[in-house]
C-alpha cells in the first residue's frame, strides 16, 4: 500500500513540471557543438556515448529476462538521446518554410509522398 502511495505521489510532482518551450537553437550553438566534439575531450565523449549506446542495445536484447521491453525501451531511448546530440550538430538544411523535401528523411514524409501521388 505504501508503495503505491508513493509511485503516486511521485507521478504527481512530475505532473506539476512546468514544460517550457525549446529554446531557439542557431547555427553558431550548431557551429560551437561540432566544434567541442572534434575536440579531444568531445572526441572522447563521442566514443564513450557510442560504447554506451552497444551496450545498452546488447543489454536490451540479450540480457533482459522478464522485462525485455522496459531494457528495450531504455536501450531505443539512450540511443534516442545521442542522435539527438548528433542532430543538434549538424547544420539546418531547410531554409525556407515552405520547403519540402526532394528525397523522403523519414516515414511521414514518404507518407506524405505517397497521398501526392
Same mark, same amino acid.
Given at each position: 500500500?505504501?508503495?503505491?502511495?508513493?509511485?503516486?505521489?511521485?507521478?504527481?510532482?512530475?505532473?506539476?513540471?512546468? $514544460?517550457?518551450?525549446?529554446?531557439?537553437?542557431?547555427?553558431?550553438?550548431?557551429?560551437?557543438?561540432?566544434?567541442?566534439?572534434?575536440?579531444?575531450?568531445?572526441?572522447?565523449?563521442?566514443?564513450?556515448?557510442?560504447?554506451?549506446?552497444?551496450?545498452?542495445?546488447?543489454?536490451?536484447?540479450?540480457?533482459?529476462?522478464?522485462?525485455?521491453?522496459?531494457?528495450?525501451?531504455?536501450?531505443?531511448?539512450?540511443?534516442?538521446?545521442?542522435?539527438?546530440?548528433?542532430?543538434?550538430?549538424?547544420?539546418?538544411?531547410?531554409?525556407?518554410?515552405?520547403?519540402?523535401?526532394?528525397?523522403?528523411?523519414?516515414?511521414?514524409? $514518404?507518407?506524405?509522398?505517397?497521398?501526392?501521388?
Amino acid at each position: 500500500m505504501l508503495r503505491k502511495l508513493r509511485a503516486a505521489y511521485n507521478f504527481m510532482r512530475l505532473c506539476g513540471v512546468a $514544460w517550457r518551450t525549446l529554446p531557439e537553437w542557431r547555427q553558431t550553438d550548431a557551429a560551437e557543438l561540432n566544434r567541442f566534439f572534434q575536440g579531444q575531450t568531445g572526441e572522447r565523449l563521442r566514443e564513450t556515448l557510442l560504447a554506451m549506446t552497444v551496450q545498452q542495445s546488447l543489454d536490451g536484447t540479450s540480457r533482459a529476462g522478464n522485462d525485455l521491453e522496459y531494457r528495450a525501451g531504455y536501450a531505443a531511448g539512450f540511443r534516442g538521446a545521442v542522435a539527438t546530440l548528433d542532430a543538434l550538430m549538424a547544420k539546418s538544411v531547410i531554409t525556407d518554410s515552405d520547403h519540402r523535401p526532394d528525397v523522403p528523411t523519414d516515414d511521414l514524409a $514518404w507518407l506524405n509522398s505517397r497521398d501526392e501521388l
